[in-house]
């Protein structure tokens, strides 16, 4: 039985599995059998000596070659058209200012929150320490009370968005579809 040879790249030679060539199925090996990778060879060379002729003076035409046609630019121009004129028009600032309003203030206050916390358990590790309720300390309780913020937020966030928001964006939607069909 003959033994199937597998190849490895060459020193200063890299070897990407994603980067073989793809293959048509007929040609895939069976369930079961190794795939030998084979590094890719350059093109052959031809160095023969060029000999000017009469016709090579003479320009040559390039071969006609098809290619894919470019969308019409009306189109594009178009559809940016209606994207600034919403972004421009004044629906869509007080959705901005809207989630503006309340983003900012509120990762503000989370982010003084977590450094309060990583503030006083670098300058008063003493207090940390201190027990609260069995083998519960003050540390714990504040490494708790940051996820229940977290959650707490994302609840809060969440009912922000779709009391003030979410009507207004669905509209500012639906208005800008209708102008670009």
């Known amino acids: 039985m003959p033994q199937q040879q597998t190849s490895s790249p060459g020193q200063g030679q890299r070897f990407d599995w994603w980067a073989v060539p793809a293959t048509d199925t007929a040609s895939e090996p069976a369930v079961?059998?190794?795939?030998t990778a084979v590094p890719a060879q350059p093109a052959p060379v031809d160095t023969s000596p060029v000999q000017p002729t009469a016709a090579a003076a003479e320009p040559?035409?390039?071969p006609a070659v098809p290619h894919r046609?470019?969308?019409?630019?009306?189109?594009?121009t178009d559809s940016t058209e209606v994207y600034r004129t919403v972004q421009a028009c004044a629906a869509f600032q007080d959705i901005r200012r809207s989630y503006r309003a309340f983003v900012f203030p509120v990762s503000g206050a989370f982010l003084g929150w977590?450094?309060?916390?990583?503030?006083?358990?670098?300058?008063?590790p003493a207090v940390m320490r201190t027990a609260v309720a069995g083998p519960l300390n003050v540390a714990w309780l504040?490494?708790?009370l940051q996820f229940a913020t977290t959650f707490l937020l994302t609840w809060l966030y969440a009912r922000n968005a779709r009391t003030k928001r979410d009507r207004a964006a669905l509209g500012l939607r639906w208005d800008t579809q209708d102008q670009l069909r």
């Open 32 to 35: 079961g059998s190794r795939r």
């Open 60 to 62: 040559v035409a390039a």
């Open 69 to 76: 046609q470019e969308p019409a630019p009306e189109s594009t």
């Open 114 to 124: 977590y450094l309060m916390y990583v503030a006083a358990e670098a300058v008063a």
């Open 142 to 144: 504040l490494g708790l």
